[in-house]
């Protein structure tokens, strides 16, 4: 079973700050993995670890990825490749970078998340299904593989589905499929030892969408916060009026 | 102006036609009978997957030559909406929830998990539209309805469990009691309830509450990854306010926040707030609404 885990590095967005007309600072702003491309480390080594098999983890990012990839390592993920040149998201360019890199490496199994946690596009995963023209399985809570086939429980708005697929195929996971670890020091020491192949792209993003306002969104709130008695009357007045 | 509309999902189907209705001339691709918000045409679809409704789609739009395709974000439109802006190499502007168009387009959509709004001007085609953020509005007329026939799809269903969706679906309610992680247990939403009542309201959560502890049922979940609600009132009783369920309530008229932290950021992020422990504060008001 080898299996390819794709890895996005995101601003850690719990440490923007805004500036003075409520704009989000976001130069300098420290780096973290994508909270669901942790998921889809996770599920892919457990897979590894039932099945046998090799895990090679991607990330289209900045050379700064390489603090994501060692984390990705000190999980279980096998070879990992960063190729350079990321600038926005773009989820058409990104699926053209990680697709071309994909066809070069043997796998029976593309392991991504569902959303990502600042653009939460949720489109790369049919951008890659359709790209690489393999079936397409999303959203799991649960991956299990039979006979060569994969079952996969797919979490949607009204109903839990399991679904059946040859393989290969491409799966996002949702963030209920399981808990990433949290590797020991011994991991973490020697995921900092191993290669990391960096490659370069020379993708061109084009100008087709321009950024009027990037803002935290406007906060019209009353913000009468009582800290005494008086607070709950006050209230029951207002709620008996909407009531 | 022609856009074609798709949702697996009616309520969500409604509410985006509504929003484009008298904006553009509007075809729907739905599994649902969607007739009365001022389509021109619903092509209902039975037995639909990612691989023969993006196909359908494709199809639809090399016959029609639509303007614009509009997807709602739900786990299949999301899935359909990659494969087609793949198929017609056209660029997918993700998870709307405005969508203006003087000249050029202007939309807007949360970033960074929904600590921003990115206000974009785009020459994009294919949206699409978070659910619940838009008001469905019947109108008289009705659309044309059609069956839409579907390819046989290569993925087969093994086993389906229909979620325990508990009926009454929050983004409609006017009035909401939430809780959160605050309240300790799922035995203490006893002592909620009877303010829920009181106030003739609905009882939604906060993701731990829904996902994580299963307190509510996974329908009542409010935030960013939940539901988007616009009622009247909103409590949130026990509840941070952590940006990803803010990103669920910005559409609420009042909020209301209960908290025994006093720097808890919903305080930051609602109308009036009473500082204090919601076992003591809840009682109270239900007390002083009784009267
Ligand atoms: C990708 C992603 C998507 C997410 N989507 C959502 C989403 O859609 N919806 C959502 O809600 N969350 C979402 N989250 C989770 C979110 O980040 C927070 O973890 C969550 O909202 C916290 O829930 P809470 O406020 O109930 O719990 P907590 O943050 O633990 O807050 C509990 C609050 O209760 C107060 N409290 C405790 N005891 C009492 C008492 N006796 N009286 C009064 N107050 C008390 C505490 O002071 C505290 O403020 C998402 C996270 C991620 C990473
Ligand atoms: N630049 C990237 N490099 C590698 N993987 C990515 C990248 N962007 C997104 N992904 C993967 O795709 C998932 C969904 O992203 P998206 O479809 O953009 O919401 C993420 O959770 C990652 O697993």
Not at chain 1, 5 to 25: C, F, P, R
Not at chain 1, 157 to 170: C, T
Not at chain 2, 174 to 195: A, F, Y
Not at chain 2, 245 to 262: E, P, Q, Y
Request: aromatic share 6%; hydrophobic share 35%.
């Amino acid at each position: 079973m080898d299996i390819i885990v794709l890895i996005k590095q995101t601003v850690d967005m719990d440490q923007i700050k805004l500036n003075d007309s409520n704009e989000a600072i976001t130069e300098n702003l420290p780096l973290k993995t994508d909270i669901l491309s942790k998921n889809a480390i996770e599920a892919a080594v457990q897979l590894k670890e039932k099945y046998g098999g090799n895990v090679t983890g991607i990330i289209f990012g900045t050379e700064k990825a390489t603090s994501s990839m060692k984390e990705a390592y000190a999980m279980g993920v096998d070879d990992g490749y960063i190729i350079k040149g990321y600038e926005k998201s773009d989820p058409l360019i990104t699926s053209k970078v990680l697709s071309d890199k994909i066809k070069t490496i043997k796998n029976d199994l593309i392991i991504l998340g569902n959303q990502s946690s600042d653009s939460y596009s949720g489109l790369l995963q049919g951008l890659l299904a359709s790209k690489l023209n393999v079936s397409l399985l999303s959203n799991a809570i649960k991956i299990e593989i039979n006979n060569g086939n994969v079952d996969v429980t797919t979490e949607s708005e009204n109903e839990d589905i399991i679904m059946e697929s040859p393989l290969p195929a491409i799966i996002s996971v949702a963030q209920e499929i399981n808990e990433p670890r949290l590797p020991n020091v011994m991991k973490i020491m020697a995921a900092g030892r191993k290669n990391i192949n960096i490659e370069d792209t020379d993708i061109k993003y084009g100008d087709d969408d321009k950024i009027l306002s990037n803002k935290a969104p406007e906060n019209k709130r009353k913000k009468i916060v009582y800290e005494d008695s008086k607070g709950i009357d006050e209230i029951a007045k207002i709620l008996r009026v909407v009531k | 102006m022609r856009c074609l509309v798709f949702s697996d999902n009616g309520d969500n189907a409604g509410e985006i036609i509504s929003y484009f209705y008298k904006k553009m001339d509007i075809d729907v691709i739905c599994n649902d009978s969607v007739i009365d918000y001022g389509a021109d045409n619903v092509y209902k679809y039975s037995n639909g997957f990612s691989d023969n409704l993006s196909e359908y789609l494709l199809e639809m739009h090399n016959k029609n030559k639509y303007d614009y395709i509009i997807l709602s974000s739900t786990n299949l439109g999301r899935q359909i909406a990659g494969i087609i802006s793949d198929k017609l190499n056209e660029k997918c502007m993700p998870e709307i929830f405005s969508f203006e168009k003087n000249g050029k387009i202007v939309t807007k959509r949360f970033f960074y998990g929904g600590k921003t709004v990115l206000e974009e001007e785009t020459g994009f085609k294919i949206f699409t539209i978070s659910p619940g953020i838009f008001e469905a509005k019947k109108i008289d007329k009705k659309s044309n309805l059609t069956e839409a026939k579907l390819n046989s799809s290569k993925y087969k269903i093994l086993n389906e469990k229909q979620k325990n969706a508990s009926g009454n679906d929050i983004t409609r309610a006017k009035i909401i009691v939430s809780i959160g992680r605050g309240l300790g247990s799922k035995e203490n939403i006893e002592k909620i309830m009877p303010l829920v009542d009181a106030l003739h309201g609905e009882i939604a959560g906060s993701r731990p509450v829904c996902l994580d502890y299963k307190w509510l049922p996974e329908d009542k979940q409010v935030g960013l990854s939940g539901k988007k609600v616009k009622p009247d009132l909103y409590i949130a009783v026990g509840i941070s306010g952590q940006i990803q369920h803010l990103a669920g309530i910005r559409n609420a008229k009042t909020i209301i926040a209960i908290n025994k932290d006093k720097n808890a950021p919903i305080f930051e992020e609602c109308d009036y707030g009473i500082v204090g422990d919601l076992f003591s504060v809840v009682p109270e008001l239900v007390e002083k609404l009784k009267k």
